[in-house]
């Protein structure tokens, strides 16, 4: 199998609620697809996870940062701090409102957020 990415040395946290595993996630095409060990596998990036817990991506389902993409490029560091955390999925406007959406000026050059 072609892999992309392998983690390797990491304490993986499979999202089940199983005891963690030291063992060595492999990823094609933005899936994981094998966790074994991978110390010969060949992929185009491998990373070094020892002493980390590895762990598939977190739903935040109470967020305010909806909010941040109003405050302006000095502030971009609040934008991406989330993903820097291991959160893969943000749920926003569940306060009863939101800013979305955001004035295209705002938006331009930004990603993209998936919203529905």
């Known amino acids: 199998m072609e892999l992309d990415v392998v983690v390797t040395g990491g304490l993986v946290y499979v999202g089940s609620g199983r005891v963690p595993l030291r063992t060595d996630v492999g990823v094609a095409g933005g899936r994981i697809r094998v966790l074994d060990d991978l110390g010969a596998a060949t992929a185009r990036l ?26 302006g490029d000095e502030h971009a560091d609040l934008a991406t701090a989330t993903v820097r955390q291991g959160v893969t999925t943000e749920v926003a406007g569940n306060r009863g409102f939101t800013c979305y959406p955001c004035l295209p000026e705002r938006r331009a050059g930004r990603p993209r957020p998936h919203a529905g």
Do not use: Y
């Open 46 to 71: 491998r990373v070094d996870a020892s002493g980390l817990a590895v762990a598939p991506g977190c739903i935040d389902t109470h967020t305010h940062s909806d909010l941040v993409w109003e405050l």
